[in-house]
């Protein structure tokens, strides 16, 4: 059966300090990847997605980055946290091979806060 | 672009009574796929159900069922008997049946249910 894994569950870092959130996926091969962010309980912005290894496409210009280095792994990075950084972030995936994971499929995301 | 409206930033509901969250989308497209997402205060997003616009019959999970009107761009949530555990946010996903970025989803802003015991 399919998985994804994500971590860390919290994480409080200064601001100016780097971030790494990680998120792999078990059971598939070559899903298509989602970072979101949810600030303040509402609705999902979409910051990154990826259909294939090495393949990152940005939705908003910010502060982070994207990279998969593995077919099941995704990586959410920044050199220097800001205060806006802060939220609550969820990975996820979904295929095309088969229609039950036509939707996403989320991770139990990470709260990050920037102090 | 594809746009999903919910009109109903909160609602509520008495236990053991049915409510309807409403969804509207924009598309120009023939062939698409709809979902609901449940979001309880874990935030822990979870798939309530899944609507494959090819098909006419209206999707139904146990106490959970749509009512998919595909020419008014319609995609409304029935949950009945309702229980404390659905109090949560629910959000409306629409998705493209193509391929290629296509694969997103797009969310509406959400609409956040309470259940009153």
């Known amino acids: 059966s399919q998985t994804i894994h994500q971590w860390p569950a919290t994480l409080v870092q200064p601001v100016g300090s780097p971030l790494s959130l990680e998120c792999t996926v078990e059971?598939?091969?070559?899903?298509?990847l989602y970072w979101y962010r949810q600030a303040a309980g509402r609705g999902l912005q979409l910051l990154f997605y990826?259909?294939?290894?090495?393949?990152i496409s940005s939705e908003v210009p910010q502060n982070l980055s994207a990279s998969r280095p593995q077919d099941r792994q995704f990586i959410l990075s920044s050199k220097k946290l800001l205060l806006s950084d802060s939220g609550f972030y969820l990975c996820?995936?979904?295929?095309?091979?088969?229609?039950?994971?036509?939707?996403?499929?989320f991770g139990s995301g990470t709260r990050l806060t920037v102090v | 672009a594809q746009t999903v409206t919910q009109s109903q930033p909160e609602m509520s509901v008495q236990e053991a009574e049915t409510v309807t969250l409403s969804c509207t989308y924009d598309?120009?497209?023939?062939?698409?796929?709809l979902f609901w997402y449940k979001q309880p205060p874990s935030r822990q997003m979870i798939l309530v159900i899944r609507q494959e616009a090819y098909k006419q019959q209206n999707a139904t999970e146990n106490r959970f069922s749509v009512n998919f009107q595909k020419a008014a761009k319609s995609f409304s949530l029935k949950i009945s008997d309702s229980q404390l555990g659905d109090a949560a946010m629910y959000f409306c996903?629409?998705?493209?049946?193509?391929?290629?970025?296509?694969?997103?989803?797009?969310f509406g802003k959400g609409t956040l249910l309470t259940v009153n015991p």
């Open positions: 996820a995936w979904n295929t095309m091979n088969r229609e039950e994971h036509y939707g996403y499929t």
């Open positions: 059971g598939t091969s070559n899903p298509n």
């Open positions: 990826s259909v294939g290894i090495g393949q």
């Open positions: 598309t120009s497209e023939s062939d698409y796929y």
């Open positions: 996903a629409y998705r493209s049946a193509s391929g290629g970025s296509n694969y997103k989803l797009t």
